[in-house]
Every structure is written in C-alpha cells, then in structure tokens.
C-alpha cells in the first residue's frame, strides 16, 4: 500500500455494522447525495456480495469508519462511466481524508477501465467543488433547483465530469498516476 492509499480499505462484511453507524450518524443532506438506502442493513451488507455493482473502500478509525467513498458504473449504454459517491464524517473534514478518497476512488476506476467518471455535488458546497476540480472535474451540467432540504430551501445540483485520455497524462496532471503505480509521464 503507498502512503497515498495508507488506511483506505475495501468494503468488506466484517465492516457493515461500523459503515451503517457511519452513515446514520451523519447529517440527511450528506446520506441523500449517496442515493442508495444506506442505513438499510440488508443494502449495505449487499453491496458486500459477489453480485454488487462498483468498488467501494472506506476509512477505518479503529471500530469506527470516518470516510466512505463509491465508484459506481452506469448501466447498458453508459457502462462506461462511473459515479462517484464521496462523504466523510463531519468532525473529521478539512485534514486531506476526502482529497484521499477521491484519489484513491479516481485511480481505481482508471485502473478497472472507466473512461468517464461523473460526481453530483450540490452548487454551494464550495469543498465539494474544489476538491474534484483540484482533481480535473469540470461542470457538465447544472440542475437548477433539483435539491430541498430539510426547511425546503432550494438548491442547485452541479454534475462534474472528468474524461479520462488514451494516455496517463490526464491523470498525471492531477498527480494520481502514482496511486496506481504508474509513471507519471
Ligand atoms: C466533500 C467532502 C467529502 C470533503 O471532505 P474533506 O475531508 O473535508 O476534504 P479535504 O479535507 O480533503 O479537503 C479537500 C479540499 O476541499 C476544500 N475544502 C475543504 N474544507 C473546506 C472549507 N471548509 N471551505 C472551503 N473549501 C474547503 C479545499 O479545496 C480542500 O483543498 P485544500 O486542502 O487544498 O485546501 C466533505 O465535505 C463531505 O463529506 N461533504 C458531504 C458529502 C458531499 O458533498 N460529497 C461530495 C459529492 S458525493
């Protein structure tokens, strides 16, 4: 393991139960951008079977998980792009751990063969935005209005995209290359 993966580890059975008090615990606006029933034991103990779509790691800290991160390819016509779904705890943000999840979830799906990858972020996290930017994201898409929140506040949704070239040298940019053991050149 390099130091940039140092302590991200996949998704296994053995962490269902830490990953479920992750997600419980966090704020609804953060676990509705995961789209998927994750404080459902049975959804999250499935996505540990041999039939589960996508790759997924997370961040222990001992029994606990503090940072979660999903590739997920789209089906049929768009199997070649994969969505990223990212969340770290809330008292854990702001030290580098999203920045190494996303790295570390990029590099993946480059490496399984992935040629776009997409990320929903809602307009006004500013985090959000800068963190897959820094990463080589674009804005794609603007959905107006597409979130409310708990006081029915309205909000933006933003779809970033990265395209990834024939060659590293999109990847080398961003310096993730190396993740995955290649050259960066
Ligand atoms: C987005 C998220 C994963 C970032 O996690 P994090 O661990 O705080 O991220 P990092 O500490 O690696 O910070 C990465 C970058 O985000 C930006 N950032 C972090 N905290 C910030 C803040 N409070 N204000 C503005 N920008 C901030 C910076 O660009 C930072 O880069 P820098 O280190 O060069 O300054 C986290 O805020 C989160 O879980 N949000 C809710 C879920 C979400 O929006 N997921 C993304 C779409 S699925």
Known sequence: MTATTA????????????LLRFFRDLPEGDRTLIKE??????????WTSREARGQRWLFP???DVVGYVAVIPQPGWSDHVGEIRLVVAPGRRGSGLGRQLARHALAAAVGSGLTKLV???????APA?????????TGEALLVDQIRDRTGRLHDLMVLA?????????MATVGVAE????PED
Do not use: K, M, N, Y
């Open 179 to 182: 993740e995955l053991g290649q």
């Open 162 to 170: 990265h395209h990834v070239g024939g060659t590293w040298s999109g």
């Open 7 to 18: 302590g991200i580890v996949p998704l296994a059975p053995e962490h269902c139960d830490a």
């Open 119 to 125: 990320v929903e972020v809602v307009a006004d996290q």
């Open 37 to 46: 029933e994750v404080t459902d034991p049975e959804t999250v103990r499935g």
């Open 129 to 137: 935005l800068g963190l897959f930017t820094a990463l080589g994201f």
């Open 61 to 63: 800290d001992g029994a």
